[in-house]
């Protein structure tokens, strides 16, 4: 008898969930809701002046956003880009059909302080991918499987705005690259 007192007490206290965690109601309305309707918010890549103009305009109320309602930044700035038919990342790949040399490199654009390229020979797929770090510093990179030469072309702005030095003199400690053979060779040997 005890035992039967505490189950239902037990039971009472039990915090029961309910079986539809939502209502009907709102199903019906987004499930209603005609999105093929495009916005004309949106606007097209040649308006685009300023990093405010790459914030989306968002989704109705009671809506689900796709993907250009949403999306912000250089997430944004691609789709609008491929609405447009527009590479705005220039993915293609690079030219693979010649050897690099120090005279007529393979060129690699960059909008940024560093760049990656990704070598696999000449002709292509002659050896693994071998991965090569270009710099502003030092642009000009040699595979060393294959010797071909790449040469990162900067895009960029002249000076990073967001550089923390100032020009003050307290880069000390910035990180060094280490030495290679290549830095011991005079330029009359080349």
């Given at each position: ?68 309602e949403?999306s ?11 609405m ?8 293609r ?20 302080d ?17 991965w ?16 071909s ?20 003199g ?21």
């Open positions: 008898m005890f035992l039967q007192r505490s189950a239902v007490a037990v039971a009472r206290r039990a915090a029961i969930s309910p079986v539809l965690r939502r209502s009907l109601a709102t199903s019906a309305i987004q499930s209603g809701s005609d999105s093929s309707v495009p916005s004309t918010k949106i606007k097209p890549l040649s308006e685009i002046k300023t990093m405010d103009d790459l914030r989306g305009p968002g989704a109705a109320p009671g809506t689900v956003p796709t993907d250009v949403q912000t930044g250089l997430e944004r700035l691609e789709i609008l880009g491929k447009e038919s527009v590479d705005i990342f220039d993915m790949p690079l030219d693979a059909s010649r050897l690099g040399t120090l005279d007529n490199p393979i060129m690699v654009r960059s909008a940024g560093e760049q990656y390229a990704g070598c696999t020979g000449v002709p292509a797929d002659s050896h693994e991918v071998i090569l770090a270009m710099t502003r510093e030092r642009p000009v990179e040699r595979c060393p499987e294959c010797g030469v790449y040469k990162m072309q900067y895009l960029g702005p002249a000076e990073d705005p967001h550089a923390h030095d100032h020009g003050h307290h880069d000390e400690h910035a990180w060094e690259e280490p030495k290679t053979f290549a830095d011991y060779v005079k330029p009359k040997y080349w």
